[in-house]
């Protein structure tokens, strides 16, 4: 794996940046001490998007879920069971 140094990668960021991209990552050093990777994006990095509702359909919440008695509540912060 091909291993720069900091100034070089500096001047040269685009052509690194462009190989990196079509797959042949590389090193970038300070002083000789290898500091940071450089990988390309993998295809599922870059094309996943959070959807909204994904699961819509595979579980039922009931109506009145929200709903609870009031004497659950207190038995509840009684420690009593509801």
């Keep these: 794996m091909l291993t720069v140094n ?3 990668a500096k001047t040269q960021l685009s052509r690194l940046v462009e190989q990196a991209a079509q797959g042949e990552a590389f090193i970038i050093a300070k002083a000789g001490k290898p500091m940071v990777k450089v990988i390309p994006l993998g ?3 870059t094309g996943t998007v959070s ?4 699961m ?3 579980f039922s919440v009931p109506d ?3 709903q609870m008695s009031d004497d659950g509540i207190a038995g509840m912060f009684e420690g009593k069971a509801a």
């Excluded at 959807?51 to 994904?54: D, E, K, P």
């Design 51 to 54: 959807r909204l509702g994904f």
């Design 64 to 66: 009145d879920f929200d």
């Design 56 to 58: 819509a359909g595979e």
């Design 43 to 45: 295809k599922t990095e």
């Design 6 to 8: 900091i100034h070089d």
